[in-house]
């Protein structure tokens, strides 16, 4: 098996209400270079506990692929833009991926000079 380069990407998971939600952020996010790429998996189900009840809710989750150097810009913008109170943002490493792939991450998330 070819050796696959090391990378700093990183895929951040976080959930949103609604459709419309996740493309509002995921579009701003695209538009700012803080992520490559956002992946809306709807109609998933989330069971929680939050203010002492446990809560049921249909969600969107969002799985977003970006470089842990875009990692504190991506948390301010959650704070700006994200509709939730308490914002899930998971930042898990990826440890290897198709160079390519990669190399196209790291393009579309690279600081924009002007």
Excluded: Q
């Excluded at 069971?47 to 446990?54: A, D, F, P, Q, T």
């Excluded at 509709?83 to 991926?97: D, F």
């Amino acid at each position: 098996m070819r050796h696959m380069p090391h990378t700093d990407t990183v895929t951040v998971l976080t959930t949103v209400a609604t459709p419309d939600e996740a493309e509002s952020l995921v579009r701003t996010l695209l538009e700012r270079r803080l992520i490559a790429c956002g992946t809306f998996l709807p109609g998933a189900r989330s069971l929680y506990r939050w203010e002492g009840k446990i809560a049921d809710e249909t969600e969107v989750m969002i799985i977003l692929k970006t470089r842990s150097a875009r990692l504190a810009g991506l948390e301010a913008a959650f704070a700006e833009l994200h509709p939730y109170k308490v914002p899930e943002l998971l930042a898990l490493p990826v440890t290897a991926g198709h160079e390519k792939y990669l190399a196209w991450i790291n393009r579309e998330t690279a600081l924009v000079l002007s």
